[in-house]
């Protein structure tokens, strides 16, 4: 099956500074990817979508100049997370859409990255 | 819009006993019907999805999954639980466009968390 990879799987920082969390599709090609944000105990809360090449589509609510997102290459999407607070602390995913299979819209996970800002 | 329900944020079996996971979704249009199951700490892997075709869907770990229009539902199932089921569940739906492809955003239910006693 297709594969996602995500990194860092955990990042501890200090409060201020920007952290980046890579996302690639490791044997497909993804037009499309989806950044999400998991609270304990809660179900992922999608932030933005990123195509390959244009700018990241943000959901109402997200601050684009916080968490920005960049698609530069068919396999490789980041977030940065920019001058991070405390509550800013959480699990991130992303996932890929494989434009082989863009017509049932099936997704792929990475393994998520915890994010703790002291 | 379209929503996903999953009717209980726990659900507690024994080892050996029928697994039942229920969801229901609301949309517009019959869309597209994936399940997910997320380890502690890790992405999201796809357990099994509905597009087209047959009802009834088989997916990985021996869990099935049956598409009821009439009922706009999505129930998961396992015949026979195993310790290593015990996770979280999550349904989720992906909207159509009217070329009848898919966006390729995810909606996600509450999430259910199985627990498998010995």
């Known amino acids: 099956g297709a594969v996602v990879s995500q990194h860092p799987s955990r990042v501890i920082c200090k409060s201020g500074t920007s952290v980046k969390i890579e996302c690639r599709s490791l044997?497909?090609?993804?037009?499309?990817m989806f950044w999400y944000r998991q609270f304990p105990k809660q179900s992922l809360m999608l932030m933005a979508t990123s195509n390959e090449g244009s700018k990241a589509t943000y959901e109402q609510g997200v601050e684009k100049d916080k968490f920005l997102i960049n698609h530069a290459s068919l396999t490789l999407s980041t977030l940065t997370v920019t001058s991070a607070h405390p509550e800013d602390s959480s699990f991130y995913i992303c996932s890929a859409r494989d434009r082989r299979l863009s017509v049932t819209g099936e997704l792929f996970f990475g393994e998520g990255s915890r994010l703790t800002v002291l | 819009a379209q929503s996903v329900t999953q009717l209980g944020s726990h659900v507690s079996v024994s080892e050996g006993a029928l697994v039942l996971l229920r969801c229901n979704y609301s949309s517009s249009v019959p869309p597209y019907l994936f399940w997910y199951v997320q380890y502690p700490n890790q992405g999201l892997q796809l357990l099994l999805k509905?597009?087209?075709?047959?009802?009834l869907v088989k997916g990985i770990n021996g869990f099935e999954a049956e598409f009821k229009k009439s009922e706009t539902s999505f129930h998961l199932t396992k015949p026979s639980a195993h310790m290593s089921d015990a996770a979280e569940y999550f349904c989720?739906?992906?909207?159509?466009?009217?070329?009848?492809?898919?966006?390729?955003?995810?909606?996600f239910g509450q999430g259910t968390i199985l627990t498998v006693h010995p």
């Open positions: 044997d497909f090609q993804a037009t499309t």
């Open positions: 989720a739906v992906s909207a159509l466009n009217a070329g009848g492809t898919s966006y390729g955003k995810l909606t």
């Open positions: 509905y597009t087209t075709g047959a009802t």
